[in-house]
């Protein structure tokens, strides 16, 4: 009795392998009904599938956003301390000595306009 129903349960899969295979499943009625319901999932997993690749590739242009403020940011501080060592007096004395421009040894003197004018 065994053996008949394993044999009977194998005639019943295959027969179902070859309706898959021929595709005669498919007008049967409830397949039929419940296809609204499996196309409504197909399309809310290809809307998951989209926005999963959409934020992945947000990731990575934020990533090398970061990067690029990361080098920006160091440029910028690397340019204030050139320009802070360039205000420097003994950085002025010397690149004005270069161009031949050497430093007065008497202070300045004020100039004072007449008051009548």
Do not use: C
Not at 8 to 28: P, T, Y
Not at 52 to 73: F, G
């Amino acid at each position: 009795m065994a053996i008949k129903l394993s044999k009977k349960r194998l005639s019943q899969s295959g027969n179902a392998a070859r309706e898959i295979l021929r595709g005669s499943f498919i007008g049967h009625p409830v397949i039929i009904r419940n296809l609204p319901f499996a196309l409504y999932l197909t399309f809310l997993s290809l809307v998951a599938i989209w926005s999963a690749h959409r934020a992945e590739s947000r990731v990575r242009e934020i990533s090398k956003k970061v990067v690029q403020l990361n080098e920006l940011e160091s440029e910028y501080l690397e340019a204030k301390s050139n320009l802070m060592k360039m205000g420097t007096e003994s950085s002025v004395r010397q690149r004005s000595h270069a161009i031949g421009l050497i430093p007065s040894h008497r202070a300045p003197a004020r100039i004072t306009a007449p008051a009548d004018e």
